[in-house]
């Protein structure tokens, strides 16, 4: 059997398409590297007793500001898939926008941490803190710059009657990507900011 009718057999036997599959098999091994990423900050955190932390130098509302914002971007890229779902061409673009441009925000409001932290001498030789932050934040925000690259990507289909015809699940799929980017920053931000 072709390789490429077999996922097909398996993604109809799941009851989802082999875009959507592939997708979810993608987030499965993301999930592994930052579940693999956030236990060895847990891990670093725990074997130094004087763990050095921030020292004063993270804002949290800064960062609960940023979190609404991607809490805001999950819920325009829910409205964009539904909106996909019932063929609203351009309902589905202006949430698209509006996921992306929030995305965009997180990312200029995470430049302007990094610049503030680089401004006092701040970087990830410091200590091991902020090697553990500027990691797990970089690492993130690249995801979330993927994540905005691809919806435009995305945005820039739907202009055409054959993506309507034969890719609108393209939407759905970019979706579950990006939910996922703001479910991890749901997790890193209280580990880094918060405790």
């Not at 398996?10 to 999930?31: H, I, P, Q, T, Y």
């Not at 050095?52 to 949290?60: D, E």
């Not at 995470?110 to 030789?125: M, N």
């Not at 995305?154 to 479910?183: C, M, N």
Request: glycine share 12%; aromatic share 12%.
């Amino acid at each position: 059997m072709h390789p490429a009718s077999s996922s097909a057999a398996v993604a109809g036997r799941l009851g989802l398409e082999s875009g959507k599959l592939g997708m979810w098999l993608f987030l499965a091994s993301e999930v592994m590297f930052f579940a693999g990423l956030l236990s060895a900050y847990i891990v670093l955190r725990a074997a130094h007793p004087a763990w050095p932390g921030a020292g004063g130098h993270l804002s949290v509302p800064i960062g609960t500001a940023n979190t609404l914002v991607l809490i805001c971007s999950s819920m325009t890229m829910a409205l964009s898939v539904g909106a996909a779902g019932q063929r609203d061409a351009g309902r589905t673009r202006l949430f698209l926008i509006l996921t992306i441009l929030l995305g965009l925000t997180f990312l200029g409001v995470k430049a302007f941490e990094y610049d503030a932290k680089f401004h006092h001498g701040i970087g990830p030789s410091t200590n091991i803190f902020w090697s553990c932050y500027f990691a797990l934040t970089g690492l993130h925000g690249l995801h979330v710059l993927i994540g905005a690259v691809a919806n435009g990507w995305v945005l820039a289909q739907t202009g055409s009657p054959r993506f309507w015809a034969e890719k609108s699940h393209l939407v759905e799929i970019s979706g579950l990507y990006w939910h996922f980017v703001d479910v991890v920053w749901i997790f890193l931000f209280p580990l880094v900011y918060l405790l």
